[in-house]
């Protein structure tokens, strides 16, 4: 099915029609474009009860994510989980002693972003943070927790259904239930979602309790996030999980601030000056890999210019960092948009390959 820009009046199956802009106009007209994206944004947020754009001219401001949501009285914030109440910000969920998230074990090895360097699934950093000297932990299990809200609105979002999670704050789990299900036979936890952006408080604490219930054993606490949550909170994350030997993976959607936003809705601003800070603590670890990048390549939109862009900046903090490039989906707002292709895919590749040793084709399954 061919989409149509709105703007240039150009024809193709990739472009989305409910975005209705293509990528040459986004670069070259993004105010225009922008306006358009607002509105698919505003549709999504919509469907499930959530403010139509991100919350401005409020006199409650909440800090938590990059989207610095600035509430007016009875209004939630994007992610859900916050409201201004006479004049103050209320956390409905995702606090130190709640928070919106399910959780269940995977078998290892599992077909997480970095199975493919990660302790669990190669035995990197044996035997401090492996229990396998080579290949994956048989027998043991990953603590698989998705947190059901999110800080971003991607129009792509392969795990779209969280915002009935976040809408319905349910269900939910103390830190004391969610480390609980750690038992001996696990040994990593991995936070996902939505995303635990904005609930790391629930993360850092349930973190805290399992480590402290493991006696000494081989835990590792890991993350996978779009890495937009304060930087306060993700310097506390990434103490666990350099000395857990987890890792922490950043999903680096778009270069391009502008393609971010029309993509996501957000600002890339802080996944950008968090990422180059937890690039800063590699040498504290060597091995197994602690920082982990990975993009997802949308037909249309994310192409080898954003990719270059990305692997650029990803090896002036260090050429070392490991970076997946996993082919698409068509699900949520986007789901006219074909398969990544394997042109699309090889031309990304090249271009990361460029200027970093280390990258990875993912999801080879889906292409074209």
């Not at 319905?168 to 750690?182: C, G, N």
């Not at 350099?242 to 601030?257: H, R, T, Y």
């Not at 006219?336 to 292709?341: A, V």
Request: charged share 20%; aromatic share 8%; proline share 4%.
């Amino acid at each position: 099915m061919a989409g149509k820009c709105a703007i240039c009046g150009a024809k193709g199956k990739e472009i989305s029609a409910e975005l209705q802009v293509c990528l040459r106009c986004i670069r070259q007209k993004p105010e225009e474009a922008l306006a358009l994206a607002q509105e698919a944004h505003a549709t999504s947020r919509r469907r499930f009860g959530f403010p139509a754009k991100v919350p401005r001219g409020g006199k409650v401001k909440c800090t938590l994510c990059v989207n610095q949501c600035e509430l007016h009285e009875g209004e939630r914030s994007l992610c859900g989980l916050r409201i201004n109440r006479g004049g103050k910000l209320v956390h409905l969920s995702g606090t130190a002693r709640e928070a919106v998230v399910s959780a269940y074990h995977d078998a290892l090895p599992t077909n997480c972003v970095a199975a493919w360097i990660c302790a669990g699934c190669t035995g990197a950093g044996y035997p401090r943070y492996s229990h396998a000297e080579h290949g994956a932990e048989l027998g043991y299990k990953n603590l698989a927790v998705f947190y059901g809200a999110c800080t971003f609105d991607c129009l792509f979002c392969q795990n779209w259904e969280y915002r009935e999670n976040a809408r319905t704050l349910s269900p939910r789990m103390t830190p004391e239930q969610l480390a609980s299900l750690a038992d001996s036979r696990t040994s990593c936890i991995c936070y996902f979602g939505g995303d635990p952006s904005p609930q790391m408080a629930h993360t850092i604490k349930t973190s805290e309790l399992a480590l402290s219930q493991s006696e000494g054993e081989i835990l590792r606490i890991c993350y996978e996030t779009n890495g937009s949550m304060h930087p306060g909170a993700l310097r506390k994350a990434a103490k666990l999980s350099l000395e857990s030997g987890g890792c922490i993976k950043f999903d680096l959607k778009a270069w391009d601030d502008n393609l971010h936003l029309a993509l996501t809705g957000a600002s890339n601003r802080y996944t950008i000056e968090n990422f180059a800070y937890l690039a800063s603590l590699m040498e504290e670890r060597p091995s197994p890999a602690f920082l982990i990048a990975s993009t997802l390549l949308v037909p249309g939109y994310i192409d080898e210019v954003e990719v270059e862009a990305i692997a650029r900046f990803i090896a002036e903090l260090n050429s070392e960092i490991p970076y997946s490039l996993l082919a698409f989906y068509p699900t949520y707002m986007m789901r006219d948009l074909p398969t990544t292709s394997w042109k699309q895919a090889k031309a990304c590749l090249e271009a990361a390959r460029q200027h970093l040793r280390n990258v990875k084709l993912g999801n080879v399954h889906l292409l074209r």
